[in-house]
């Protein structure tokens, strides 16, 4: 398993499919996975710091397993099949329990308790992409793009 970092969300042009950046922690890969426009709304929330007046699904989720005592361990992002993403919520005290969720859902979860975000070896193997330094200029692009946007830029 390899942490990843979250680097943020975008919308994909011309589709209009929101994707999640995540980057190796200490590596040179990064993972795109696209996600749906609320899920992209819960991220660019938490990483704009923005708390709106009634708890979204992702903020009921943590308070819950906050009353339950069963913190967010990590998340593990560990498979890729059919071209779909699969995620583990590791829970409890030691992470002994896991639930399965989609990576988007864990992603928007992991980001509000301040859980590490991993993947397989073999998922960034497979879907991981190294970005070409003529390329960091794009990433430095999506930085300032992450900057700027609103979450209700990602509602249809």
């Given at each position: 398993m390899r942490e990843l970092s979250?680097?943020?969300?975008?919308?994909?042009?011309?589709?209009?499919?929101?994707?999640v950046l995540l980057r190796e922690v200490e590596g040179d890969r990064y993972l795109p996975i696209w996600i749906g426009a609320v899920e992209a709304t819960?991220?660019?929330y938490e990483q704009q710091g923005v708390k709106p007046a009634r708890p979204l699904t992702h903020d009921l989720l943590r308070d819950l397993l906050e009353a339950l005592s069963a913190p967010l361990q990590a998340v593990e992002i560990v498979e890729l099949r059919d071209n779909i993403f699969y995620a583990d919520l590791l829970l409890?005290?030691?992470?002994?329990i896991r639930v399965s969720a989609r990576p988007s859902d864990a992603i928007a979860?992991?980001?509000?308790?301040?859980?590490?975000?991993?993947?397989?070896?073999?998922?960034?193997?497979?879907?991981?992409?190294?970005?070409?330094?003529?390329?960091e200029d794009e990433v430095e692009k999506f930085r300032e793009f992450l900057e700027q946007v609103r979450p209700e830029d990602f509602a249809s």
């Open positions: 979250v680097v943020g969300v975008r919308v994909e042009l011309p589709t209009n499919q929101p994707i819960a991220i660019a409890g005290e030691a992470g002994a979860l992991a980001l509000r308790v301040g859980a590490p975000v991993r993947c397989a070896d073999q998922v960034l193997d497979e879907a991981g992409i190294i970005i070409p330094d003529e390329q």
